[in-house]
């Protein structure tokens, strides 16, 4: 089976970065688009950047100069590199992919979901 297990969260000053990474299992995987989101406590999941299969990719105006989605194909894993955070940023990261094995059908995947605060 194709999982997604996303790293990277933690707890960061304001002004600070972190890069969220979302690993697929499986050699044969192949990643056709992705999506990152976030849910704050107490609101619900939102769109942050995506879903983009490349090219130009449409980020939440919240976030958009500040986060940035980049792909290595090699080790199909993708990333959201968070700059500049804020508070209002504080939130559980989940990344959302849609790829195959083979020949398969496409499907979407979901992450895990990785803790990310920002506080002083």
């Known amino acids: 089976q194709v999982q997604l297990v996303e790293s990277g969260g933690g707890l960061v000053q304001p002004g600070g970065s972190l890069r969220l990474s979302c690993a697929a299992s499986?050699?044969?995987?192949?990643?056709?688009?992705v999506g990152w989101y976030r849910q704050a406590p107490g609101k619900q999941r939102e769109l942050v950047a995506g879903?983009?299969?490349?090219?130009?990719?449409n980020y939440a105006d919240s976030v958009k100069g500040r986060f940035t989605i980049s792909r290595d194909n090699a080790k199909n894993t993708v990333y959201l590199q968070m700059n500049s955070l804020k508070p209002e940023d504080t939130a559980v990261y989940y990344c959302?992919?849609?790829?195959?094995?083979?020949?398969?059908?496409?499907?979407?995947?979901w992450g895990q979901g990785t803790q990310v605060t920002v506080s002083s």
């Open positions: 959302n992919v849609n790829g195959r094995t083979g020949s398969n059908t496409r499907l979407d995947y």
């Open positions: 499986g050699s044969s995987f192949s990643i056709y688009a």
């Open positions: 879903p983009t299969s490349g090219g130009s990719t």
